[in-house]
């Protein structure tokens, strides 16, 4: 099908998140982790747009997108337990203001998979106070989100109950190896299901953060998953919606009562009756070894449509990839199967692309997302043929 026109205040834009772009968080736990393991790639700097973020939501509107999605980083606000920074709310407050004046819907993320050290050592995620500190934050940072419209608790909870459950067997003395590869022919590893016993954990803190911020904000309120666009093999239907529940659809069940479901996908993997199928090698994969599907997108938001109930927001899709034109075409087909899913009567509120940038991709800096490119020394910006491309698209509805 061809590409149409999609309705006035369609949201089109793109993506980051804090760690991966601001530079310095020297207060996350992220940060600890980076140099704790030997030879290992730092942040560092990282794209410096803790400084810069007006240059790259610039950029964005000039090529004619309307929406940023960008979050505000805990360990800044918080640096100590129950002290807030003024400054640093100061700072989140300017980012939105920048982009209202630039014409760009905010769409703020309040927790990027990164935590303060503090809150690790309290016990994290699984511990006593986890709840009640994730809350007293949730209502500082509601005290700077007027005029925001959308805003996503938690980034992609099943990715980060994998986490922390990983992070609990590393503790134990648990083998925990599942490091991706990031030359891409090779394939991804499989994953390892995460704990659902912490997926619970983190929808109870999610309802939680929900509750204040539908008291103290006007924002629609959602969360944003990793939806794996998971197929069955033959005969092993029954095994897709066991693998699929514990990894997506337990998170996608939570969101049942929130105002949109983000959905963040880029590419389909099979089930068989031994579980998830692995990316196989070839020359197409991408950049983190993911199997080059832009099919996924059209896939997983008609499944998080038909669980959720509710408006689907593209919160994340794009590709790991260092040509450029193999990121046009990913996305033209991707978004393609996002507009036949819109035709099917899918109630589909906008597209973000991940990322902005090219930035560090949570321990490495070679997977390169970004329609923009940044030097790594100047961090001067270039955007790529892809930023114009997607601002077309956004103005005209078509390629």
Known sequence: MAMTKTEPGFLWGAATAPHQVEGNNVNSDWWARELRIPGGELSGDAC??????????????????????????????????????????????????????FGLTP????????????????????????VARFEAYVRKAATIL???????????????????????????????????????????????????????????????AREILKKETSAAVGWTVACQALTATPGNEDRLLEVRHVREDLYLEAARGDDFIGVQAYSSQQVDANGVVPHPPSPTNTLTGNAYRPDALGIAVRHAAKVTGV??????????????????????????????????????RGYLHWSALDNFEWGHWKPTFGLIAVDRETFARTPKPSLFWLGHVARHGHP
């Open 146 to 208: 007027d005029g925001v419209d959308w805003i996503c608790t938690l980034n992609e909870p099943n990715m980060l109950a994998l986490m922390v459950g990983l992070s609990r067997a590393a503790r134990r003395g648990e083998p925990t190896a599942v490091t991706p590869t990031v030359e891409g022919q090779d394939g991804f590893p499989v994953l390892p299901d995460p704990d659902p016993e912490i997926g619970r954990l983190l929808i109870g803190v999610h309802h939680a």
């Open 311 to 348: 408006p689907v927001l593209v919160t994340e899709n794009g590709i790991a990839i260092a040509d450029d034109s193999r990121r046009v075409d990913y996305t033209s087909k991707a978004l393609r199967g996002l507009f036949a899913a819109m035709d099917d009567g899918v109630d589909v």
């Open 48 to 101: 410096d747009s803790y400084h810069r973020y007006a240059e790259d939501m610039r950029l964005l509107a000039k090529a004619g997108l309307n929406a940023y999605r960008f979050g505000l980083e805990w360990a800044r606000i918080e640096p100590s337990p129950g002290r807030f920074s003024n400054a640093e709310l100061a700072h989140y407050r300017r980012m939105i203001d920048t982009a209202i004046d």
């Open 107 to 130: 769409i703020v993320t309040l927790h990027h998979f990164t935590n303060p050290r503090w809150f690790v050592e309290e016990g994290g995620w699984t511990g006593v106070t986890a």
